[in-house]
């Protein structure tokens, strides 16, 4: 009786035959197992027409008996690469061809399914031989270099769930995206969600506490910006009071006067106060809802009445009142901002600096807060009438808006 053959070529020896021959058929009989178990070779894929593998009974080298397949060749179109209808085997096989084209391996005949293999990819398929004459090729979802620890890969139509992500986020070039900082207590965070049309998507912080905030923190002297405006965030403000919205003090009152200077050029409306009295004015604001009713500092506009280079300087005292309660106050303690020396040039605006705190007593929100000016007499040096434009108010919110 002749020997049969495996579906792979592997030559099966009927008892009795090949008699001298079987230690040189069983050593290539071993070469094809190895073949089979892990060997690799290349396989040209023509252009034009289709690739057809086939068994080498009892001899090595058929392609189909490799376990690693690198297809080449040139394709200017997809082609299919077939192998007989009863292999039944699992192949490591990568499409090496130019041309950019996409090769099909597939059985050579039947419905079943078949791997279509991208260019440059490699794909683990296994042939199933599950039906006699539809038998299916399956692709077993591992494509070499989608998935390494150390290697560069591009995920397509890939699904992450709850990915941990490193220190950053780059974009295609390589280039910091995004930067991450790991907080090890961490439980709140940011939720994105898309919308539907008619409604713009949205960034929330969330987590476990109730009132979470969200921190967008320009660098240096950065700005938040919407488009290219400036987005207006809580911080610090100004308030400007004129001198015509001031009022004298019953009791040593500076005197409200209005100095024309030259006929047709802003004429000068301000309280002049005196050089030796400590003459005061009064005026009152409401604070907006978005005060944080903490301290507030000051600025003075003044001019001078005289050549005389002598330094000028006010106080500022304040005194919230809220309602359903009686104006009769006390003020602050008075703070008084650094004496600014004039410039020797009569009706020249001077402006002091920045004051330090005036802690305002019963601040509060929702009041009507007195403020009393006072020529600081006592420290500056200026021997002529100071004359006062109005000052300017720094204050502090610490909400987005005063709903």
């Not at 005196?274 to 409401?286: I, K, L, P, R, Y």
Request: glycine content about 10%.
């Amino acid at each position: 009786m002749a020997s049969n053959y495996t579906v792979l070529g592997i030559q099966l020896m009927t008892t009795g035959e090949k008699a001298g021959l079987w230690g040189g058929l069983t050593n290539t009989n071993w070469d094809i197992i190895e073949q089979i178990s892990g060997g690799y070779t290349t396989q040209a894929v023509t252009d034009g027409a289709d690739t057809d593998l086939s068994v080498s009974d009892g001899a090595t080298g058929a392609t189909l008996a490799h376990r690693i397949i690198e297809l080449t060749g040139s394709l200017t179109s997809g082609r299919n690469v077939t192998i007989p209808i009863d292999v039944q085997q699992f192949y490591i096989i990568k499409n090496a061809t130019t041309g950019s084209q996409i090769v099909t391996f597939k059985y050579v005949s039947g419905s079943g399914s078949s791997v279509a293999i991208a260019n440059g990819d490699t794909v683990l398929v296994y042939a199933t031989a599950n039906d006699g004459t539809n038998p299916d090729i399956v692709d077993a979802g591992f494509a070499a270099g989608d998935v390494t620890l150390t290697g560069t890969q591009t995920l397509t139509n890939k699904t992450l769930t709850s990915p941990k992500i490193g220190t950053s986020i780059l974009d295609t070039n390589g280039l910091e995206l995004a930067l991450i900082t790991a907080t090890g207590s961490a439980v709140n965070e940011f939720t994105i969600a898309n919308a539907a049309a008619g409604a713009g998507p949205t960034l929330s912080s969330t987590g476990d506490e109730t009132n979470v905030d969200i921190n967008l923190n320009p660098k240096g002297s950065g700005v938040l910006k919407s488009g290219t405006a400036a987005v207006k965030i809580a911080g610090k403000e100004t308030i400007w009071v004129p001198a015509t919205a001031m009022y004298p003090e019953t009791t040593n009152g500076a005197e409200l006067a209005q100095t024309v200077l030259t006929a047709g050029n802003p004429e000068l409306k301000a309280f002049a106060f005196d050089t030796t009295t400590a003459e005061a004015v009064q005026f009152n604001v409401s604070f907006p809802e978005s005060w944080d009713e903490s301290t507030i500092t000051f600025q003075t506009f003044w001019s001078a009445s005289g050549t005389n280079t002598g330094t000028g300087g006010f106080t500022l005292a304040g005194c919230s009142v809220a309602n359903d309660i009686d104006y009769d106050l006390a003020f602050g303690t008075p703070v008084a901002n650094t004496a600014l020396a004039a410039s020797g040039t009569q009706d020249d605006l001077m402006i002091n600096v920045e004051s330090g705190t005036v802690t305002i007593a019963s601040a509060a929100a929702s009041t009507n807060t007195i403020f009393r000016l006072v020529r600081d007499t006592g420290t500056d040096t200026n021997t002529g009438d100071l004359r006062l434009v109005g000052i300017k108010l720094f204050y502090t919110t610490n909400a987005a808006n005063d709903g």
